[in-house]
Each structure stands twice: as C-alpha cells, then as structure tokens.
C-alpha cells in the first residue's frame, strides 16, 4: 500500500503538470513572482470583464447568445432566412451568426437550463467562457512543457502576456466561440508536436489525438483552418522518416475522422442552403453592412490589412475609439507591437538559424499562416477579417518570441526585459483604456 501511494504521487504529478518535474523551484524568486502577477492578473480582469462589460458587447455577443439560447429552448440549431432582406441582421431563432459551425453552441446550451433569466443567463455563459479561458492557459502550460521540457516557466510567461492584453480578455468572455477555438488550436498544437517528436509506435496515437482535437476546432470554427497546413507539415515530416504503409493508414484514418466530426454539421447545410456551408446566404444578408461600398480589394492593401490589425490585436474593438484621442495609449500599442512582433522577428532575420531551435519555427509557423490565409480571403472574397481571428495562434508566437530573444540575445536579462515590459505594457493598456471604460 505504501509503495502504491509513493507510485501514485508521481503520476498525479506528471498527470497535472505533464512532467515529473516542471523545474519551477529551480527559476528564480522573480520570475515565479511574474508569472504569479500574470495569473492573478488575468482572473482578475477576467472576472471584472465578465461581471461589469456591456450587456451586450457590441461585437455580436447578442447574435451569439440568440445561437445558444435557440439551442438550449427550441432545441433545433438556428437558420439564416434564405431569403432575408439584405442588410437587416435577424436575431432569435434566425440569428445572423447561425452560418457559424455548433460545437461551441452545442457546449454551452445545457447551461442554459440553469436559469430563465436573461441577465442570469449572460452571466452563466460569460462564467463558462471564463473556464475556457482557463483552459487554454493550462493547455498554454502543458504546450510549453512539451516544447521546454527542461524549463517551462519561462516560454509559459511569455505566453501569459498574449492572455493578459485587453482584446484577448474581452473577446474571450464575452459570449462567443472565441474561447473554444482558442483553447482547441493551444491544445492542438501541443498534441502535434508530441506525434512530431514521438517514436513511430508511439506517433500514430498522437496524430490521431491531434486530428481530433482540429476537427472539433473546425466544428467551432472554420478559421481554424489554418491549422490544417501545420498538420500537413507535420505529417509529410513523419512520412519522410518512416516511408511505411502503416503511417499511411493512420493519416487516412485521420481524414475519415475529420469527414466524420464535419458531416453531420455539412448535411444540415446542404438540407436548409443546398451547399455544404452557409456562408454565401450570410454574405447576402450583411453584405450591405460588412462592405456597403462593394470594395473590392487588391494584394497591393494587404500591408494596410496588416496595420488595421495591430490596435484590433491589443484591444477590443469597443475600445479602438479610445486610440483616437488618447495619444499615450496609441504609443503604448506601437511599443508593444514592437517588443512582441517587430522585434522577434528582426531577430530571427539576423539570425535566421533561431528558427532551428527548440523548434521556433513551429511555434511562429501558425501565425504566419494565419495572417496569409486572412489577407487571402480578405482579397479574394471582398470580406474583411479582424485581428481578433489570429488569436489562436497567439500563445504559441509569444513561445517563439520567448526563443527568438534567448538565443539571438542569449543573457538572461534579455528575456526577462522582454517579460516584464511586456507584461507592464498589458497593464498600461487596461489602466488607460480599461479605466475610461469602466
């Protein structure tokens, strides 16, 4: 008995912290003091966004409500009016947010059955974006022991200043798939590069894991996409070193498991729109709201798509107002923009071969490909996109950011710099946006 529970200790320890040792007594008093600031930080704003932001968050939050709440007391999932008047977005029943895929609304229903309060209800499904939220800061962690296994409170501190910012706090609680999605792509990524670095018998089970996980992603939202290509990537290396059959079945195993996740959702498409998504009827009825003006963009805009993202990246968009008059608050964003984006990559330029290790390329790979897969579908469906849909791959780039500055910098002044201006220029953000707004 007694040697069960010494056995039983160390598996909790690896089940919680995915390692036997995290190495977190080793760092030193400061930096564990940052990272205990970060989390009290971020519930304590969480939970301020959730009890005092605006009912209803201007960015679709009634739409998306509207989407859980048919689910929750109709039981059937919403439906765009095939013939709706363009330009008049529908609530209830036809809620103009009902093209987006149900795995989040799915979740978030039986909640519901709580209360028939609609402020109580707000509140309860703010509540449960707040433990999504939570979610991903732990799947934040386990993605940084996988990568960092020998020192994970550092890159996981860099990865606490992405939750920290104004725009990903708010998005995150007030009522959207945002969370989910957020929390899926974290947990994704750390499952794919465990298939990457696992032995070929051990392999197959991660890629089936990592496969899954995108499904539901794509099941909370199709802007997850993106996440496809680095599955791609990561297949075609485990191709390359195994050359056998058996690796094969596994990837087609996982494409049949993706096609099984999306039919149901696809099938209910094609019944009430007769195409396998709902996005032309959406783009029909807002249409004259999204572009009214029927611009039609070019490649040449893509750098001034770019630039729109960075203040929408740092704050919500009800705070992007605040930019206009508070000059302060403008250069701050421009600092952080700088320290977190600019920089790294100024970096990884002069110093190319940074991508090489602790695999940082695969940490800044998402993003990347995320902004192109945005700027292409901006130019070439004449729909404009927002930073708040790169917010997936965000804790994995502050990763990357984390390994551009150690090892181009290679002091340990130089990470910690980065850390704490970082970390003090979230906090600037909400005293000088977040103060005006409250």
Not at 3 to 14: K, L, Y
Not at 89 to 107: D, N, V
Not at 339 to 362: G, H
Not at 389 to 406: D, H, I, M, N, Q
Request: charged content about 15%.
């Amino acid at each position: 008995m007694a040697s069960d529970s010494v056995t039983g200790a160390p598996r909790r320890r690896v089940w919680l912290w995915g390692t036997n040792n995290p190495h977190i007594a080793e760092e030193s008093w400061l930096l564990r003091g940052i990272v205990v600031l970060q989390l009290v930080a971020i519930l304590g704003v969480a939970v301020l966004t959730l009890t005092s932001f605006e009912i209803w968050a201007r960015l679709d939050e009634h739409a998306h409500y509207d989407y859980v709440e048919t689910i929750a007391d109709q039981h059937v999932l919403p439906n765009l009016r095939a013939h709706g008047k363009p330009g008049k977005l529908e609530m209830g029943r036809h809620t103009y947010e009902a093209f987006q895929p149900p795995l989040y609304y799915l979740a978030a229903a039986p909640l519901l059955k709580l209360s028939h309060v609609e402020h109580t209800r707000v509140l309860i499904l703010r509540t449960f974006d707040l433990l999504l939220l939570l979610g991903a800061l732990y799947a934040t962690w386990r993605l940084a022991v996988v990568v960092f296994p020998d020192r994970p409170l550092w890159p996981f501190a860099f990865g606490l200043m992405f939750f920290l910012l104004p725009g990903v706090i708010v998005r995150s609680i007030t009522i959207s798939y945002q969370p989910l999605a957020t929390l899926l792509s974290v947990v994704f990524l750390a499952l794919l590069f465990r298939a990457d670095r696992a032995p070929r018998d051990e392999a197959n089970r991660w890629f089936l894991a990592a496969a899954f996980t995108f499904g539901l992603a794509m099941l909370t939202t199709l802007l997850t996409a993106p996440l496809g290509v680095m599955f791609g990537i990561v297949a075609l290396r485990r191709l390359w070193r195994d050359r056998a059959w058996r690796t094969v079945g596994v990837f087609a195993a996982c494409g049949v498991m993706l096609v099984a996740l999306l039919a149901p959702w696809l099938a209910f498409n094609e019944a009430h729109y007769g195409s396998l998504t709902s996005f032309s009827t959406a783009r029909t009825l807002q249409q004259p709201l999204i572009n009214p003006d029927n611009h039609n963009y070019t490649v040449s805009e893509a750098p001034r798509i770019a630039r729109v993202w960075i203040r929408e990246a740092f704050l919500p968009n009800e705070w992007v107002v605040f930019v206009v008059t508070d000059h302060a608050l403008d250069q701050v964003i421009s600092l952080m923009f700088y320290l977190l984006v600019l920089l790294p990559v100024i970096l990884v330029i002069v110093r190319p071969r940074t991508l090489l290790v602790d695999s940082a390329w695969y940490l800044a790979l998402p993003l990347a490909i995320s902004i192109v897969f945005l700027e292409a579908t901006t130019i070439t469906a004449n729909w404009p996109t927002f930073a708040r849909y790169l917010y997936g791959a965000g804790p994995a780039w502050l990763l990357f950011v984390y390994v551009a500055v150690r090892q181009a910098l290679r002091h340990w002044a130089a990470p910690m710099t980065v850390l704490a201006l970082g970390t003090a220029g979230a906090g600037c953000l909400w005293i000088q946006a977040g103060v005006r707004y409250f």
